[in-house]
């Protein structure tokens, strides 16, 4: 992961510019590989999906100069225009894609449906935009009317959805039409490979890629880039041959006049192939998704100097290859190739293919653990594939379903033509929403004037609404697919999400009353043994349901609680320092305290081994700061449970007044740690640490610091913590099972029994997706009516 840095201030201005173009420069060498990798191939079938069809019939001069006058102007007002110049600037801290501007609006505005939001997230530092802090923008018209309205906010919620549903339907059809149309030159050899030998080639090209998912791309990433760059530089010189050999006339239909003659002459036909010259943008998404990689200005450099007069040249050189060719249509590209340098170019046309098509996979695993981040989708396994190279990430479910898909589009098609019109309709809708919530963010984040807004939404869906139309017409020849596919995700997402609101109001309404808790005294009635429990929660206040439904059923618990939630805040990374969240559940004598662990829907859940120890430490640093910071206590019942202190992560090793000794758990038993497990409990622990060394976690001994100022109840309460950890950590999570109630409409009952059930019981458990030792863990069944 590439983050922006300040150089150091003992450099001049000559050496600081030199020092950031430089780097900027490396960084848009690097994005070839990771960013163009789809928008770079689609010269190998825009022509091809274009004249087909009635379309066919229209094959002259004049035509295929209007056909690559309407290829120009697009690619200079949707990637150009559009992308580079106006919606690259609107990054979330460095992050881009339809989550970064959904987050940005989230954060301006009260627009978030998601539950467990605190006013304490508005404190962290990546949650504010830009030289103005979000609560200081004025309110307007439109946006009380959106935070009024549940429905205008869950609609944007929606929409939202709805766009990640068909980046997803990307990442089954990007790998689909690459691959088919790069293997499809060998039509053109002595050969002569028919369309089922093709179809099978490109199936075992595609399985072979999504088998080596698991590896990473970080071990070939290196390629990536020259591939690319190669792949350019060969479409570069192919084009400007094509154009000087066969037809330098075409340089005049750069003119937006042909695409007035093109539409007199053409008419309802020319309308309908619109929806061929579409994919000549499709993968521009990608230069926002995949900003935070790499800087806005690196990508800008990259698509202006290289990417855009490559493909203009190319287009172009096949446009005058064609109009002296008329009837190589049906395979314009690799038909325009001079004979000497065929091979060589349909080698690293393959190569160009595969490392597009890795790209929209990779983009696809990014755009669902975002999704689950936020709430939106099942719990699924997130592998880290690279120690060196952030954010680089597979999910093993979603890899093998969208192998299946895409091995079923390729086969059931077998056909480029069929496949782009999927594509088209994909890609077009995703910007469609893009540019819909980029009209949001120019209001509600950068605080310019509705008008301005209304110019930008309505020019671009104009533009877009006409493609879209167009796509819309070959919905039965192929764009039916990533409809059905983005409505299929589309459902799943919103059942989910709905799911755990549901859940969550369900918390929030029968959490235990604090009055109540605190009348039970401190020994809440039960039998306080040695120990650390830890409560698992989405509440981020209050006492949870699960708690008395543990202690009602088994009247004991242990000496210290912590009440920990762990949720993901509307912002890209959460910094270390700002990750916990430390306070007090209940008066000190209770020795309850409540943690929030906040993450961004960017950053990675590591599991190495030290949660226990960096919460214990949290937990004495804060102690420490409430004696002498009266601010954080308060005598009122009201308070506890309210002021909470961030408390920053250090390193353990850094804090030797906090620790008497760190090693490695080993078999064996030391009888000098006062203990309340039983002997043949800890034998079984060492047992299970020597048969599981993954799951194995460092023992780290506190000490209470040796200040003779310390007030006396605060040495006890942390001497009590110490002991507490020494006697050993417990998990407890509630185990749900969630029901509609009887007087719930049939759609609930079906949304929640069936739906929603159905996703909880094939996912992973929610023990697993946090890393918690099952040796510790406890899990109390509930039944949630909703």
């Not at 066919?56 to 559009?82: A, M, R």
């Not at 339809?98 to 998601?114: D, E, G, I, V, W």
């Not at 002569?192 to 590896?215: P, R, S, T, W």
């Amino acid at each position: 992961m590439e983050h922006q840095t300040t150089p150091s201030s003992s450099h001049n201005p000559s050496q600081l510019s030199w020092i950031n173009l430089s780097r900027n420069l490396l960084l848009a060498y690097q994005s070839f590989g990771v960013v163009y990798g789809d928008l770079s191939t689609s010269p190998l079938y825009v022509y091809t999906s274009t004249f087909k069809g009635k379309f066919k019939n229209h094959h002259d001069e004049e035509t295929i100069f209007g056909v690559f006058s309407l290829i120009f102007w697009t690619l200079t007002l949707i990637p150009l225009l559009k992308y580079v110049f106006i919606i690259l600037s609107a990054d979330d801290n460095g992050e881009g894609g339809t989550f970064a501007l959904y987050s940005l609006l989230c954060r301006h505005a009260k627009f978030n449906l998601l539950p467990n939001q605190q006013a304490a997230d508005e404190e962290l530092s990546s949650y504010k935009y830009g030289p103005s802090s979000p609560q200081m923008v004025a309110s307007s018209p439109l946006k009380m009317f959106l935070e009024k309205h549940k429905r205008s906010r869950t609609a944007l919620l929606v929409v939202v959805l709805f766009g990640a549903s068909m980046v997803i339907g990307d990442g089954v059809l990007s790998p689909a039409i690459s691959v088919l149309a790069s293997v499809s030159g060998l039509k053109v050899t002595k050969t002569k490979f028919n369309d089922g030998e093709l179809v099978l080639l490109a199936c075992v090209i595609l399985v072979g890629l999504f088998a080596l998912q698991h590896c990473g791309t970080h071990r070939v990433a290196f390629m990536f880039a020259p591939i690319v760059i190669i792949w350019l530089l060969s479409i570069f010189l192919v084009g400007i041959y094509n154009t000087i050999h066969w037809n330098p006339k075409i340089v005049y239909a750069i003119s937006p006049q042909y695409i007035i003659k093109f539409f007199i002459k053409t008419g309802a036909e020319g309308w309908i192939s619109l929806g061929g010259i579409l994919l000549c943008i499709t993968g521009s998404e990608a230069m926002f998704a995949d900003l935070g990689h790499f800087t806005a200005s690196s990508i800008r450099i990259a698509f202006a100097f290289v990417i855009y007069p490559c493909l203009v040249m190319q287009y172009m050189g096949q446009a005058a290859f064609l109009s002296k060719n008329l009837k190589s249509v049906h395979n314009s590209f690799y038909d325009s190739l001079p004979g000497p340098v065929f091979w060589p170019v349909f080698v690293i046309a393959t190569m160009a293919a595969i490392v597009g098509s890795q790209a929209t996979i990779t983009a696809t695993f990014s755009i669902v653990k975002q999704c689950h981040e936020l709430g939106c989708f099942p719990r699924v396994k997130v592998v880290h594939t690279s120690k060196h190279i952030f954010g680089q990430i597979y999910i093993p479910e979603i890899n093998w379903i969208l192998m299946v898909l895409t091995l079923a589009v390729t086969i059931g098609f077998q056909d480029t033509t069929l496949i782009g019109n999927a594509y088209g309709l994909a890609c077009v809708t995703v910007m469609f929403v893009t540019t819909f919530l980029m009209a949001l963010v120019i209001i509600f984040v950068w605080q310019k004037s509705v008008p301005i807004a209304t110019i930008f939404l309505l020019f671009f869906w104009v533009i877009e609404s006409v493609y879209i139309s167009a796509a819309f017409l070959k919905v039965h020849q192929g764009g039916w697919v990533p409809l059905v596919l983005s409505f299929f995700f589309l459902v799943v997402m919103y059942v989910w999400h709905y799911g755990i609101r549901r859940k969550y109001k369900y918390d929030l309404h029968n959490k235990v009353s604090l009055t109540w808790l605190l009348g039970l005294g401190p020994s809440l009635g039960i039998v306080r043994v040695p120990g650390i429990g830890l409560i698992y929660s989405e509440l981020a206040t209050g006492i949870p349901v699960v708690f008395t439904h543990f202690v009602t059923n088994l009247p004991a618990f242990h000496k210290v609680v912590v009440f920990v939630c762990v949720k993901s805040a509307p912002v890209p990374y959460v910094s270390p320092e700002e990750r916990f969240l430390i306070g007090r559940a209940c008066p000190r004598p209770y020795r309850m305290y409540r943690c929030i662990v906040r993450y961004g829907y960017k950053d990675i859940k590591k599991d190495d081994g030290d949660f226990e120890n960096h919460l214990i430490q949290n937990i004495m640093e804060f102690i420490q700061m409430e004696a002498v910071e009266p601010q954080l206590s308060s005598s009122e019942t009201s308070s506890f449970d309210g002021r909470m202190a961030v408390i920053g992560t250090r390193s353990l090793e850094s804090t030797a007044s906090l620790i008497f000794s760190d090693q490695e758990d080993v078999s064996g038993i030391d009888e000098s740690i006062p203990s309340s497990r039983s002997v043949t409990l800890r034998l079984l622990q060492s047992s299970f640490d020597d048969e599981n060394p993954q799951v194995r976690r460092r023992r780290v001994r506190f000490q209470v610091p040796n200040n003779p100022g310390l007030d006396h109840a605060v040495r006890e309460e942390l001497l009590d913590l110490i002991q507490a950890k020494e006697a050993g950590v417990t998990y407890i999570m509630g185990y749900s099972s969630i029901k509609a109630m009887k007087s719930s409409s049939y759609l609930k009952k079906l949304v929640i029994d069936i739906g929603y059930s159905f996703l909880r019981k094939n996912c992973r458990g929610p023990a697993v997706a946090l890393n918690i030792p099952h040796i510790s863990l406890i899990e109390v069944g509930m039944i949630y009516y909703v």
